[in-house]
């Protein structure tokens, strides 16, 4: 059919039979969430940046308060 997904590689296992949804979504839970502990890495790299930004060109410069 017209919208038929196509298995793939990934929808067989080692013996050639399709595996079951379940099958395929431990798998993928087994290799653990790296895509999402990248993204907060990123995001916790920008607001520290972000951070050092602010204090280095804004609160510095102004100097101390008398």
């Known amino acids: 059919m017209l919208n038929s997904p196509v298995p793939d590689d990934s929808e067989t296992g080692p013996d050639g039979r399709r595996r079951s949804e379940a099958e395929r979504v431990d ?13 907060a890495g990123i995001a916790t790299l920008i607001v520290v940046g972000l951070w050092y930004a602010f204090y280095f060109f804004v609160f510095l410069p102004r100097g101390t308060i008398h």
């Open 27 to 39: 798998g993928i839970v087994r290799r653990g969430p790296s895509g999402a502990i990248a993204v």
